[in-house]
């Protein structure tokens, strides 16, 4: 694509490092460029995971309480007393950014990995495509046998260490999560690790925003829900981006230090028969600062077919059932395709 030469290939830090104002390809449409954002009312709810799972009655009912109302009225929560030490977190935060700092032709080693929309030429070359001011790594953490080591960095040479560290941390603030949302339906408490089954995958993404002179023009990730069942990310500890709407209206979340977001994605929508709503959310940049997040993504085994339970469907109740039963695989086919015309995929599988 000779008319997009300018970004093929690049990265958009340096884009950045250079200054330029963003080319236009970068250029989001008039009505989605990011202004007009409130705080929120109400900060995002905080649960705190260990609580729900308490001996002590009490503070376990408050504390699944909180989770039901996030849920409902946000379709995310921050998690604290999630297990996971601050060091390791502080770890993380910065493997990433010695990653991205590392000298373009060393990440190119790791194309494979280091995805970005834009890079390939059959990506940009669709029509009215905005690109996002965004540069990620993108690695498969679960099952641990289909881990593709190649594309593992070796450089910082203690990423795979603490990047595998961390994913062992995340199975099981996953496994807490998915408990404590099966009983927030009253299904049996396993039914969501069984429905993602033993080949559930995890990718790992980091997301790196570099600094933007002309953030009122540009997105770092556009308004998307995740294909996910749920996400786990761990936000940047100083710098605010991420976006959720709510009521119509985009939400800055500005989440406590430590704290991740965990959000509900599509495949949990279709599985919860729309009780649990995926979140429309995006990522915003600044010219000040660059950012560094890690979303973990968990999805159902890609060969098993996911469908609203069936204890959550009743007609003669007024519940009836919203959504097909659908196959994982087809799903993120269906939900990539549409991802890069900046379409959500959520009313594809309704019935
Ligand atoms: C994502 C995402 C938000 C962020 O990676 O899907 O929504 O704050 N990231 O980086
Ligand atoms: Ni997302």
């Known amino acids: 694509m000779a008319s997009y030469g300018v970004v093929e290939n690049m990265f958009v830090q340096e884009l950045a490092r250079n200054g330029q104002d963003p080319p236009l390809p970068y250029i989001t449409r008039e009505d989605d460029r990011p202004t007009n954002v409130s705080s929120p009312a109400s900060p995002i709810p905080a649960v705190d995971l260990e609580l729900l799972f308490s001996s002590d009655g009490d503070s376990q009912t408050s504390e699944m309480d909180k989770l039901r109302s996030a849920l409902h009225s946000w379709g995310l929560f921050q998690a604290i007393g999630h297990g996971i ?16 700092h590392l000298p373009t032709e060393e990440k190119r080693k790791y194309s494979k990995a280091v995805w970005r929309e834009g890079n390939e030429t059959d990506e940009i070359a669709l029509e009215g495509q905005v690109i996002e001011w965004c540069d990620h790594l993108y690695l498969q953490v679960l099952p641990e046998d289909e881990r593709d ?10 990423l795979r260490e603490i990047l595998n560290e961390y994913t062992k941390k995340i199975k099981v603030v996953i496994e807490v999560t998915l408990k404590a949302m099966a009983k927030l339906l009253d299904l049996e408490e396993d039914y969501f690790i069984k429905q993602i089954g033993d080949k559930a995958t995890t990718f ?70 729309g009780i649990f709503k995926s979140p429309v959310h995006r990522a915003v940049t600044n010219s000040e600062k660059e950012r560094i997040s890690l979303a973990m993504f968990l999805a ?40 890069l015309q900046g379409k959500r995929s959520i009313d594809w599988a309704k019935v």
């Open 85 to 100: 030490p601050s060091s390791l977190i502080d770890d993380v935060g910065k493997i990433a950014r010695e990653f991205f």
């Open 149 to 158: 080591l190649s594309c593992w960095p070796e450089n910082p040479s203690s």
């Open 204 to 273: 790992a993404r980091f997301n790196y925003y570099p600094r933007c002179s002309r953030p009122d023009l540009v997105l770092g990730i556009k308004s998307h829900s995740d294909g996910s069942g749920i996400t786990i990310l761990l936000p940047d500890q100083m710098v605010d981006g991420l976006e959720v709407l709510k009521d119509g209206q985009w939400v800055n979340v500005h989440a406590i230090p430590y704290a991740l977001i965990i959000n509900v994605g599509d495949q949990m929508e279709i599985m919860s028969n």
């Open 300 to 339: 159902v085994d890609g060969e098993k077919e996911i469908s609203p339970a069936d204890e959550l469907i009743d007609e003669d109740k007024g519940q009836p059932r919203l959504y097909k039963k659908l196959k994982v695989k087809e799903y993120l086919g269906v939900y990539y395709q549409n991802s």
